[in-house]
């Protein structure tokens, strides 16, 4: 097939290298910084592999919790024609604007040892969310859910009805619907939501610091560890960072073929 | 057992208003026609059970669908109402096979069952081979077929189709008509063909409901539509010329008359059709390029708004629209001798199988 290149105009290109630049720019300085001669010996030390299963732990643990709740109510939003949705989208969407810092707070004050469900929940069974692996969980789903929700709400949104108007004129009640149909046809969008979700999750910082603290080999995730690292080890610091890059890298390369459409 | 009838009150949100009465009686196909917009796609919802009506009433066989008089209300699932969906709306994610066993497991066939009964109503519709073939990868024809599988298998008491033939392109549509029009002999409830189309409505149809701005304006065969529309609406729509004939090299032989038409390509059994507007009427033998001119007699002569319908006799019926102005022109009254002339060009024909 015959092929008509077309330059893109120099305005254009100028403006796109700036900006691909800006995220080249860091991700070099990071390799040209990096120790490669430590690179396996801080890799593999006890406080960075435990902060490495901690964090696919728990982001893993916060995108599956995520899905549970957070699937039905992005069909719920799509779907009911309730009045008032407006305002549960904006509540669902708030953590996506709100300073992690903050929903860590908030998180604080509602499910801490004195906060206003933590404290009767601490007091009837002795269980204190914040300070450990829950509440590392608990702030990752909090930031990160609202990426699985908007994107499978649009998803299911963008799904033409016919389908399931189909499916009901064939003897399909709702929940064969759902189960055969639209869920199966949504797939892509879940994918994708879990995905963002999951990355979201994997990078949190702000709300765990906040929430669940900086206790080593408890709640001490990758981001906290590099963190307390820039204070005492530079080098260090370069190989966590390196570490997560790799790791996002790689699911989301494997992901892609399959299952990440960005169209 | 009664087959369909339905008097149906809806109202849209935007002010689109519905009523509407229908009946088809068991065996028998009606074509609902009537431009974009009339309201054809809310009959569709309302009968499947997917809109609930406003008011009036829907009973298929001896239930009742849909009362709101007395909060009857029998869900889309539960209606046994195969719908054939404009663009058919095949599960994509589904193979042709699945596509069609989906109804018998929703109606508690077992999977294997189900899968073994969609296989027979795939050879059926003759597309055996395709089973495992998604709609993603099957021509329009082979998608249409599966669609028509799917809303038979589970064996419902009522046949919806929504503009079956639109979704194809004109060279397969006379084909897929015929094997249409085959499978609907097959199915021995009542049919309701929607269509924008009256070629097809004609052509399918034992019955013609026209329906405008979401009333039912005519009823009727095809031949009280063609040769007495109601409306200035009905007669651009359905009140067109249209003659079964034999083609071969140019021409269409209508029961020994000869017309003369611009494409050469079609041979064998075919419809032709000529808009009443497209003929005109002279009082001598016309002169120039006509291909088709003869002498006939006026048998009737019809007032319709701005323009008159005239119906004209032997050799071959047909009707012509002029102003009222050229009517009284040309003198015209029962009886009158009159020419004809109609250009090969304005004559579209298209294979009948």
Same mark, same amino acid.
């Given at each position: 097939?015959?092929?008509?290149?077309?330059?893109?105009?120099?305005?254009?290109?100028?403006?796109?290298?700036?900006?691909?630049?800006?995220?080249?720019?860091?991700?070099?300085?990071?390799?040209?910084?990096?120790?490669?001669?430590?690179?396996?010996?801080?890799?593999?030390?006890?406080?960075?592999?435990?902060?490495?299963?901690?964090?696919?732990?728990?982001?893993?643990?916060?995108?599956?919790?995520?899905?549970?709740?957070?699937?039905?109510?992005?069909?719920?939003?799509?779907?009911?024609?309730?009045?008032?949705?407006?305002?549960?989208?904006?509540?669902?969407?708030?953590?996506?604007?709100?300073?992690?810092?903050?929903?860590?707070?908030?998180?604080?004050?509602?499910?801490?040892?004195?906060?206003?469900?933590?404290?009767?929940?601490?007091?009837?069974?002795?269980?204190?969310?914040?300070?450990?692996?829950?509440?590392?969980?608990?702030?990752?789903?909090?930031?990160?859910?609202?990426?699985?929700? =908007?994107?499978?709400?649009?998803?299911?949104?963008?799904?033409?009805?016919?389908?399931?108007?189909?499916?009901?004129?064939?003897?399909?009640?709702?929940?064969?619907?759902?189960?055969?149909?639209?869920?199966?046809?949504?797939?892509?969008? =879940?994918?994708?939501?879990?995905?963002?979700?999951?990355?979201?999750?994997?990078?949190?910082?702000?709300?765990?610091?906040?929430?669940?603290?900086?206790?080593?080999?408890?709640?001490?995730?990758?981001?906290?560890?590099?963190?307390?690292?820039?204070?005492?080890?530079?080098?260090?610091?370069?190989?966590?960072?390196?570490?997560?890059?790799?790791?996002?890298?790689?699911?989301?390369?494997?992901?892609?073929?399959?299952?990440?459409?960005?169209? | 057992?009664?087959?369909?009838?339905?008097?149906?009150?809806?109202?849209?949100?935007?002010?689109?208003?519905?009523?509407?009465?229908?009946?088809?009686?068991?065996?028998e196909t009606v074509a609902l026609l009537g431009p974009?917009?009339?309201?054809k796609?809310?009959?569709?919802?309302?009968?499947?059970?997917?809109?609930?009506?406003?008011?009036?009433?829907?009973?298929?066989?001896?239930?009742?669908?849909?009362?709101?008089?007395?909060?009857?209300?029998?869900?889309?699932?539960?209606?046994?109402?195969?719908?054939?969906?404009?663009?058919?709306?095949?599960?994509?994610?589904?193979?042709?096979?699945?596509?069609?066993?989906?109804?018998?497991?929703?109606?508690?066939?077992?999977?294997?069952?189900?899968?073994?009964?969609?296989?027979?109503?795939?050879?059926?519709?003759?597309?055996?081979?395709?089973?495992?073939?998604?709609?993603?990868?099957?021509?329009?024809?082979?998608?249409?077929?599966?669609?028509?599988?799917?809303?038979?298998?589970?064996?419902?008491?009522?046949?919806?189709l929504?503009e079956p033939l639109a979704?194809?392109?004109a060279?397969?549509r006379p084909?897929l008509r015929a094997?249409l029009a085959e499978?609907l002999e097959?199915?021995?409830?009542?049919r309701l063909l929607i269509t924008h189309d009256p070629l097809e409505a004609f052509v399918l149809a034992d019955r013609i409901y026209v329906i405008?701005?979401?009333?039912?304006t005519q009823t009727g065969t095809a031949d009280d539509i063609r040769l007495r529309p109601r409306?200035?609406y009905a007669a651009d729509l359905g009140g067109t010329n249209l003659f079964v004939g034999?083609?071969?090299?140019?021409?269409l032989?209508v029961?020994?008359?000869?017309?003369?038409?611009?494409?050469?390509?079609?041979?064998?059994p075919a419809i032709a059709t000529v808009h009443p507007?497209?003929?005109?009427?002279?009082?001598?033998?016309?002169?120039?390029?006509?291909?088709?001119?003869?002498?006939?007699?006026?048998?009737?002569?019809?007032?319709?708004?701005?323009?008159?319908?005239?119906?004209?006799?032997?050799?071959?019926p047909i009707t012509?629209?002029?102003?009222?102005?050229?009517?009284?022109?040309?003198?015209?009254?029962?009886?009158?001798?009159?020419?004809?002339?109609?250009?090969?060009?304005?004559i579209s024909i298209e294979a009948q199988p």
């Open positions: 097939m015959r092929r008509i290149r077309r330059r893109t105009p120099w305005p254009i290109a100028t403006l796109a290298l700036i900006g691909l630049a800006f995220f080249v720019v860091p991700l070099a300085g990071l390799l040209a910084q990096a120790p490669w001669s430590r690179l396996v010996e801080v890799a593999s030390s006890g406080l960075v592999l435990d902060a490495l299963g901690l964090s696919l732990l728990t982001s893993a643990l916060a995108t599956v919790a995520g899905a549970i709740v957070g699937i039905p109510l992005a069909w719920f939003l799509a779907r009911s024609e309730q009045r008032g949705l407006g305002i549960v989208r904006a509540i669902v969407t708030l953590p996506l604007v709100l300073p992690p810092v903050v929903g860590g707070a908030a998180l604080l004050f509602a499910l801490g040892r004195r906060g206003s469900l933590g404290g009767p929940l601490a007091e009837a069974t002795g269980f204190v969310l914040p300070f450990s692996i829950w509440g590392v969980v608990v702030a990752n789903a909090f930031v990160a859910m609202p990426f699985l929700i =908007i994107t499978v709400e649009g998803a299911i949104r963008a799904l033409d009805q016919r389908y399931e108007h189909a499916a009901a004129t064939l003897g399909a009640g709702r929940w064969t619907t759902m189960r055969r149909v639209t869920l199966p046809m949504v797939a892509p969008g =879940i994918m994708s939501g879990l995905v963002l979700s999951w990355a979201r999750a994997f990078g949190e910082f702000g709300a765990t610091i906040t929430f669940a603290g900086n206790l080593g080999g408890r709640t001490q995730t990758l981001p906290l560890a590099v963190f307390v690292a820039l204070e005492s080890d530079r080098e260090a610091a370069i190989v966590i960072s390196l570490l997560m890059v790799a790791v996002s890298i790689t699911v989301l390369v494997l992901l892609r073929d399959r299952w990440w459409r960005v169209t | 057992m009664n087959g369909l009838v339905a008097d149906l009150r809806v109202v849209r949100p935007g002010g689109f208003r519905l009523a509407a009465g229908l009946h088809i009686d068991r065996g974009n917009g009339a309201g796609s809310t009959v569709v919802l309302a009968l499947a059970g997917l809109l609930p009506v406003d008011g009036g009433v829907i009973t298929l066989g001896d239930e009742t669908l849909d009362r709101p008089s007395t909060g009857t209300f029998v869900p889309a699932e539960r209606r046994r109402i195969g719908v054939v969906f404009q663009d058919y709306a095949l599960f994509p994610h589904l193979t042709a096979l699945d596509n069609v066993a989906f109804g018998l497991e929703a109606h508690g066939r077992s999977r294997s069952g189900a899968r073994r009964e969609a296989s027979t109503w795939l050879d059926k519709v003759g597309l055996g081979e395709a089973e495992r073939i998604r709609p993603g990868e099957l021509s329009g024809g082979q998608a249409q077929r599966v669609a028509l599988a799917r809303a038979l298998a589970f064996g419902p008491d009522l046949l919806l929504d979704a194809l392109d060279t397969t084909a094997v499978h097959g199915f021995e409830g009542p405008e701005h979401g009333a039912i409306s200035p034999t083609a071969a090299g140019g021409h032989d029961g020994g008359h000869r017309l003369s038409v611009a494409d050469h390509t079609v041979s064998g507007r497209a003929i005109s009427l002279h009082r001598r033998p016309p002169e120039g390029s006509p291909r088709n001119a003869w002498e006939t007699s006026v048998r009737h002569l019809e007032p319709l708004g701005e323009r008159v319908r005239v119906q004209l006799g032997t050799p071959l012509a629209e002029i102003t009222p102005a050229s009517a009284a022109e040309l003198g015209l009254e029962a009886d009158v001798k009159v020419w004809i002339s109609i250009k090969a060009t304005e």
